[in-house]
C-alpha cells in the first residue's frame, strides 16, 4: 500500500517516514535509526523516552535539520526538510525550529539578555519588541534578576532555562529538546516544565521532548518509547502501554511480553473475533510448509 503522504500532510506537523542513520566510525557501522515511522499533531505536547543510545539524540538533530539521514524523510507541514541545503535548513533552524539541548548552547561572552536578544537580530527583528520579548522569556522562567550575567556567572539550571528562551525567541512553531531537566533538581524541573506546557497551550507551539525521568515525561499529550531505532509503543490513557503498528505494518513486541508469551524468533498470526492473536511458532518444520504455501505463484 502506497500511503498518499501529502493527504496525511495536511494533519500532521511531523511526519517521519523510513526514517534511518547510519553512523561510520572507520569500518564499524552503528544503525541508530533503522526506519523509523510515526506522526505529530499541530500544537501536540509529544514526550520521547528510552534507554541510552536508543537513537533518541539522533532523531532529535535530524529532526532539526542539524544532520543528514541515511534514508527516509521528515516533513514538517508537508516539506521535506531533510532535503534542504545549508542555508535553507539555518533560516529553518533560525524561523520555524527551536532546539535546546542538556548542556546549553550559549555564546560565552555574552549575557542571559543578549543571548535571548541574538537570534532575533539574527532574524532581523526590530530592537525594541526584541528587547521586550527577551526579557519577557527570562522573566517568565525566573531570570528576572540574572538577565545581565554571563553564562559562567550562572548555575547549570539557569543556563539551562536560558537557553530554552534562546530557543523560543522567535516563537519557533516547532520546540525540539533534548534531555533539558536531566541537570536539574525537582523543583526547577517542575517550572521548566510549566513554562514549556504554558508556551504549547498559549501559542500552540507543537514540542518533542526527549526525557529519562517519567515524571517529565507525563508533561506530554502522548508519549512514545524508542528501542534500538525504532518506535516499540506508547502510553495510552486506557489501555496504559500500548504498540504502535508503523506505516509498514511493523510491531514492536517489548521483550518482557515476548518472553511471558513464549515467543522467539517466529509467530503464527490468527485473526479472531477478539482481533489478531500472536502466538509462538513452537515447530520449525511447519514454517517449512507454510512458506511453501506462500510461495508465489509462477
Ligand atoms: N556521531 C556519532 N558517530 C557514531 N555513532 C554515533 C554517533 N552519534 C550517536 N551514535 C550512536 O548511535 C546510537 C544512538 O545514539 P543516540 O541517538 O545518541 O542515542 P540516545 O540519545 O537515545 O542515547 C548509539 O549507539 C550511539 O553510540
Ligand atoms: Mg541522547
Redesign the pocket.
Known sequence: MIEDLEEIAKEYKVIVRDLMKV?R?GQKE?I?LRGMDFEVRPGEFLSIV??????????LKLIGALDRPTGGSVLIDGFNITLLDDRKAMMYRRLKCGFVWQMGNLVPGLTALENVKLPMKLAGARKKPTELRAKALLENMGLGDRMNHKPHQLSGGENQRVAICVALANNPELLLADEITGELDSETTAMVMDELRRINKEFGTTVIN?THNPKVAEYADRVLRIRDGLIEGQKHTLYGDISEVDAKGRIVIPETIRRLAGIEKRVVLKVTDEGLLISPLKDESESGSQKQQHKEPD
Open positions: 553512523y566510525r552503528v541508530a528510552g534507554p541510552s543510545g536508543s537513537g533518541k539524540t539522533t532523531l526527549v
